[in-house]
Each structure stands twice: as C-alpha cells, then as structure tokens.
C-alpha cells in the first residue's frame, strides 16, 4: 500500500513538472515556432529523400520484371563505323537469325530458353478504325521470358507455329481500341497487308519509357504478337536476298554482306547507306541462375562471332547488370540527399539547445525559487528535458506531415515516383525524439546545477 502511494507521489510530481514544462512552451509560442522549425525541415527533408529512394528502388524492382529473370539480350548492330567497314572487307555475315537462336538453345549447357523477336510497323483495320500498330513475331518461349500471361484465349500451338498460321495474340490496349468491351478472341483483324485471327489478350502490364529506352523492352499493351514464322513467311525475311539486292550490287553497291549500298546523289556525291539484313531484331536468353548470367553471355559472344565469320555485328547486353548499376549509382545519390538530411536535424537540434540555454539564463530567479521551495535537481533536469522534447516531438510532427505532402508534391511536379513507407516515418519521428533529449540535457543539466541562493538574487 505504501509502495503504491509512493508511485503515485512520484507520477503526480512528474506531471507537475511536465506541467510547468508546457507551460513554458506555450507563453513563448513563436520562439518555440521557431526553435522547432529546424527539426520540422530536417524531418520532412528525411522522409521526402527516402520516399524517393524507396520509389527509385521500386522503379528497379518493377524494370527487373519487365526484362524478366537472368536474362541476356543480343542486338544486332545496324552499321559500323568507317574504320570497323575497312576491317571488315570482304566478310559476309548472314546477320542475327533463326539459325543462331537454335545454336544457342542447343549448345549453351546453361541455356534455360531462347526467345527470338522480328517487329515492323504497320497500319491495323477493323471496320472504320485504322491505327498505326507493331505486329512482333515471337514464340511461345517469349511470355516465359518476361512472365507475361493471358488474360483471356489461348496461346499458339505447335502447328501454328510450324505452318505460319495467321494467328495473333493481342495486347491489351490493342483490344481496347479494336474490340472494344466486346470479347475479341476468334475474331479476325487486319495488320499490314494480312487478315490475323485473335486466340489471345495478354495481360495488362504497364511499361516505363526508361526501360523501353535503355532496356529495350516492349510495350506488351500496344503489340500484335503473332508466330515467328508467320512473320517470316508472310511479312517479311530480311535474310532472304531479293531481286532489288542484286541489281544492286552488280550496279556496283554492296549487298547484304558488305553491308554498305553506294548510290550516286543529285550532285556526284557518294553517300553511304545503311541496310538492315538481319533476320532477327532481338533475341532474349534465359540463363537458369544468375551466376550464369556473365560467363554464358561470353560464350554466346564467341559463338556468335565464329557464326558470323568474325563479324561482330550484335551486341549482347545483361540487363540486370545494368540495373544492378544503376541501383548502386541512386543508392549512393540518396545517401548523400539522406546525409544532407540529417545534418539539418542536427543543425535544429543545436538551435534548440542554444533556445534552452538562453532560457535558462532568462529563468535564474524561477530556477532559484523552485530550488529553494524544495525542488530537486532531477526536478529541475526534467522540467527543461521535457521543454525540449516537447519541441523536438511537435517538429517530428508537423515534419512528418509536410515530408508527406512534399513527397507526393514531388510525384506530381516532376514524375518521379516517390513511396512514403512507414519505417521512414517511425525514423524520422524517432530521430526527432532522440535530437531533443541530446541537445536538450546539456541545458537542462546546467539549470540543475545553479545556485538557490545566487539564483534568487539574480534579477
């Protein structure tokens, strides 16, 4: 019973003391303001750098999936350069195709799959409705690939894919502005010069413009994905030599080898032009680990090579290197902002120690009078501890609110994708808490130590 009486002695003390504590903070309001405008910065500042680091780390996460899991991308390279021509005189490369994909399937032990990819641009008809469209020729293996799956129908089936049927899988925005609401599956849309049969809708999957850009990766919304092969049998073969090609080089062009057609301009100028003989736009290797990625993307490269007598007219790029890198480059750009952050929580928990010992001094006499009534120094210490805290705590707060409303500010202005998660908050709040009680005990200790008697004479 006596224990009990004695706790509520000391809980009824220390609200007394955090009493007179709020009291202090409130008859000085606008220096509180002021005092606490530092940590109110320094959290909001904290938060808004992690919510665009959290948001840059799950642009990266979401590109990873785009390009899909140990993956390798060869291109092939359009034209070289006038000293790589000269090195490259008289060899003939039949340019990135269906022959090497094979090769690598069958070859590569670490090959998990391949996925080659022909895409040109046409116009698209149905009824009144006439779009500009990228029909992409493809395998099944090219949904495994990038984890893409229907959303309704069905995918090509193996005689399809042998005969070149005139079949396609759409994607999504292609359905929404050919179909409409109407199921588009069994029903028949004309792309360039062919009648295709929709089996398929591919699942809505939204696409950055960076990762088209940098990754090369496509918008799964706006394609028309039919067979390979009948993108080679009834579009077009850029590894088929042509009736024009020949006329050409005996004029006195190059072909498909050299790669370079000189034709004669208005004013006897020579002009070097650039052919495309490359069956394949693109093909995606799937490694089966990760570890795998760098040394089979090696082996593909020399391979290629000796297919390609020497020429090295591809490249073969790792995109989740290149994400890798790009990960480490804004991870160390939002340590610096993260840094530059923090020093201004430090420069406000300074200002609210120099506010308390400027306090202190303007409260000798009251200091002195509680001192001398009976006070203990912890009493002392706690009442201006908790001025402090309070300020600090009421800052974290309002940062909080305005590194929130900073952050989605920043989506909306510049587009950069910002997440406000909920530990960057309890950080931030407990950053806060820990600046008042740091910079708050050297003044609180320094009123405790003061005199009774000097204080009371103080005026």
Do not use: C
């Amino acid at each position: 019973m006596a224990g009990g009486l004695q706790n509520m002695r000391y809980l009824e003390k220390y609200f007394h003391n955090l009493n007179i504590a709020l009291e202090a903070v409130f008859t000085n309001r606008f220096r509180s303001v002021l005092t606490a405008l530092g940590i109110i910065f320094g959290v909001a500042a904290v938060i808004a750098m992690l919510a665009i680091g959290n948001g840059a780390r799950q642009e990266i996460l979401d590109q990873m999936k785009m390009v899909g899991i140990n993956n390798i991308i060869i291109r092939p390279i359009y034209a070289q350069d006038d000293k790589r021509d000269e090195s490259m005189e008289g060899r003939f490369s039949p340019g990135l195709t269906l022959q090497d994909v094979e090769s690598i399937s069958r070859i590569v032990p670490t090959v998990l799959r391949v996925s080659p990819e022909v895409e040109i641009s046409v116009y698209a008809m149905k009824g009144t409705i006439r779009r500009p469209v990228r029909v992409a020729g493809v395998t099944p293996e090219y949904f495994d690939v990038f984890s893409l799956g229907l959303s309704r129908g069905r995918m090509f089936t193996a005689d399809q894919i042998k005969e070149g049927a005139p079949v396609a899988v759409i994607g999504n925005n292609i359905r929404a502005i050919f179909f409409g609401n109407t199921d588009p599956v069994g029903r028949q849309i004309k792309a360039g010069n062919n009648w295709l049969t929709v089996i398929g809708v591919v699942e809505d999957r939204m696409v950055t413009e960076d990762a088209v850009k940098t990754l090369g990766v496509s918008e799964f919304n706006n394609v028309i994905y039919t067979p390979v092969q009948t993108m080679l049998l009834r579009y077009q073969d850029r590894s088929a030599v042509t009736i024009e090609e020949i006329q050409r080089t005996r004029s006195g062009g190059r072909g498909r080898g050299g790669r370079v057609i000189i034709s004669s301009s208005a004013n006897d100028q020579e002009e070097m032009q650039y052919e495309n003989y490359h069956q394949l736009d693109r093909a995606v290797v799937q490694v089966e680990e990760s570890s795998q990625l760098i040394p089979s993307a090696d082996v593909i490269r020399r391979m290629l090579i000796r297919r390609h007598n020497g020429v090295e007219d591809f490249e073969v790029i790792i995109p989740e290197l290149l994400l890798e890198q790009e990960q480490r480059t804004r991870d160390i750009f939002n340590i610096v902002l993260g840094a530059i952050a923090g020093i201004s929580l430090i420069v406000g928990g300074i200002g609210i120690m120099n506010i308390m010992l400027a306090s202190v001094m303007e409260r000798t006499r009251e200091i002195g009078i509680r001192l001398a009534v009976g006070a203990k120094k912890t009493d002392v210490v706690f009442q201006f501890l908790s001025e402090s805290i309070l300020i600090s705590l009421a800052g974290g707060i309002l940062g909080i609110f305005l590194g929130i409303g900073l952050s989605r500010g920043i989506m909306r202005v510049t587009d950069i994708l910002t997440i406000v998660s909920l530990s960057s908050v309890i950080i931030s709040f407990g950053v806060a808490a820990t600046v008042g009680i740091v910079f708050g005990y050297m003044p609180a200790k320094k009123a405790a130590e003061k005199d009774p008697v000097n204080s009371l004479r103080y005026e």
